[in-house]
């Protein structure tokens, strides 16, 4: 039996990862500090006897030593994330990012060169890419990443340090590393309450309030289903010849949000009216925003055989379903 280790295994992705490896029959740890997730994400993961949880911080050097210890794999999802987290705490985005990767690599690179190689699948972002103004990234695009005077930029320069020092234990020490570039993640469980586009318009139209779109709305952006990502990054990890690769990992089918509020609006028969704000109001002065967001796949499908199971109206449909559980309506 596999002992995989999850942190941020209580957040969105995280506990349905969990579920995953759970349910391929693996012994697995999750740590979390619980900043942004719940312990009740991971409800049913609980149930399992093979399921081991722990609540604290990656940044805490102790814990991740002893939790590392005797994993076969790791996966690194702990991190600040959401738009509007990072634009409010820029300080814990970076120090959250960028620590605990530090901590983990050295720790995995001090169990290499013991003899135990442990694989560690890095949680990376498409907001490396910054504001590309290609309509379409690959892996090899530059990194086109704003002023250092508007915070928004330092999730995306956090996780780019992460890759970095990834790639870097896997040239120089051959620490197998596998960096995933997710592209917007959706599904049952995501929280609206961090700037998720998603969970916001359909609480918004389930429960009658305006659905605010930021500035025109022609901003362009990829939704894949949670369920899709994390087979796809469970199959990444099971495949040798992605360590020391990055891979771009989402849905590759464009919406801009001005439709997604209308797709969300038409699919809860919603009254709801959808109003623009922009973004000084939603944000601060300084924000800024990249217009289009579509990852190419090609590297990606060329490694693993995993296709998306969803479609963007059955994903929709999904949250909504969860989003009216959650609420009783
Ligand atoms: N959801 C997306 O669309 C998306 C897109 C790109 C990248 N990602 C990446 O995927 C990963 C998971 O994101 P998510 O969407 O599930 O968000 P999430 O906020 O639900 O998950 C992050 C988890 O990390 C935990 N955490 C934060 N700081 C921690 C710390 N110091 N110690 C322990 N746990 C800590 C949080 O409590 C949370 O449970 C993140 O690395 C994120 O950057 C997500």
């Known amino acids: ?41 991971l409800a049913e993961a609980l149930k399992c006897p093979r399921f081991h949880y722990t609540k604290g911080s990656v940044a805490d050097g102790d814990l991740v030593r002893q939790a590392l210890a005797d994993a076969d794999e790791v996966y690194h999802l702990a991190a600040a994330v959401g738009v509007e987290l990072i634009a409010r705490c820029p300080i814990r985005t970076i120090e959250t990012n960028i620590y605990p990767t530090e901590l983990i690599l050295a720790e995995l690179s001090r169990r290499h060169e013991a003899g135990d190689r442990v694989k560690l699948f890095l949680a990376s972002s498409s907001e490396v890419y ?71 318009f359909v609480e918004a139209a389930l429960t009658g309030e305006k659905l605010l779109v930021h500035d025109d709305g022609q901003q362009v952006r990829c939704f894949a ?36 509020a209308k797709k969300v609006v038409g699919q809860t028969d919603s009254r709801s009216p959808i109003e623009f704000i922009r973004y000084a109001e939603a944000y601060s002065d300084d924000f800024e925003d990249c217009r289009h967001r579509v990852p190419r796949l090609d590297r990606l499908q060329a490694t693993v055989k995993h296709r998306p199971r969803f479609t963007l109206d059955e994903t929709i449909a999904a949250v909504i379903d969860a989003k009216r559980r959650e609420l009783g309506r």
């Not at 990443?145 to 320069?157: D, H, M, P, Q």
């Not at 796809?232 to 439709?259: C, H, K, W």
């Open 1 to 41: 039996m596999k002992h995989c280790l999850v942190t941020g295994g209580a957040g969105f992705i995280g506990s349905h990862l969990v579920e995953k490896l759970l349910g391929q029959g693996n012994r697995v740890s999750a740590i979390d500090d619980e900043s942004t997730g719940s312990i009740d994400n």
């Open 130 to 200: 910054g504001k590309n103004p290609k309509s379409c990234w690959d892996e090899e695009d530059d990194l086109v990443l704003g002023s250092t005077a508007r915070a928004r930029w330092s999730y995306g320069a956090s996780k780019a340090i992460d890759e970095f020092l990834a790639l870097a234990y896997w040239r120089q020490k051959r620490l197998p590393v596998v960096v995933a570039r997710f592209f917007n993640v959706v599904g049952p469980r995501q929280s609206g309450a961090y700037g998720m586009v998603l969970p916001r």
């Open 225 to 260: 289903h949670v369920a899709d990502v994390v087979d796809t990054a469970v199959e990444l990890m099971a495949t040798p010849g992605a360590a020391g690769r990055v891979f771009n990992v989402g849905s590759d089918q464009p919406i801009s949000i001005l439709d997604l």
